[in-house]
Nanobody, 124 residues
Framework: QLVESGGGSVQAGGSLRLSCAAS????????MGWFRQAPGKDREGVAA????????YYADSVKDRFVISRDNAENMVYLLMNSLKPDDTAMYYC????????????????????WGQGTQVTVS
C-alpha cells in the first residue's frame, strides 16, 4: 500500500515536499518513483530512486529543481519540489517497482507493481 501526502496549492517559485508512506511489502527491495498526470495528458515519470543502489533519475523538465529521497528505516519516499512552475500542476503519484531501476527504464509505468491514490499539486 502507498499513501501520498503533502500536495497543495502554491505560487510559482514556491516549494512543496511530497511524502509517500509504504506498507505491506519489503520496501528496501523496491525502487520508488514519482509520476504525475495533468488533465488531458498521459502519466509521466518525474523521478525515481533505485532499490539497493539508491541511484536517482529525473525527467529533464524537473532536473535541478526536484529531489527524490528515501528512508528505508521508515518505509518512506519523498519528493522535494523547488522553483515550482504552473506546468508542474498535476496529480502526483507514488509507485513501487520490484528490484532495481535504471536510466533507460525508470519511467515506464508498466514496470511498477504498486501505485498510490495520488496527491494534487497546483501551481499558480
Amino acid at each position: 500500500q502507498l499513501v501520498e501526502s503533502g500536495g497543495g496549492s502554491v505560487q510559482a517559485g514556491g516549494s512543496l515536499r511530497l511524502s509517500c508512506a509504504a506498507s505491506r511489502f519489503t520496501f528496501s527491495a523496491y525502487s520508488m518513483g514519482w509520476f504525475r498526470q495533468a488533465p488531458g495528458k498521459d502519466r509521466e515519470g518525474v523521478a525515481a530512486i533505485s532499490a539497493f543502489s539508491s541511484d536517482t533519475y529525473y525527467a529533464d523538465s524537473v532536473k535541478d529543481r526536484f529531489v527524490i529521497s528515501r528512508d528505508n528505516a521508515e518505509n518512506m519516499v519523498y519528493l522535494l519540489m523547488n522553483s515550482l512552475k504552473p506546468d508542474d500542476t498535476a496529480m502526483y503519484y507514488c509507485a513501487a517497482a520490484r528490484g532495481r531501476q535504471y536510466r533507460n527504464t525508470w519511467y515506464f509505468t508498466g514496470d511498477y507493481n504498486y501505485w498510490g491514490q495520488g496527491t494534487q499539486v497546483t501551481v499558480s
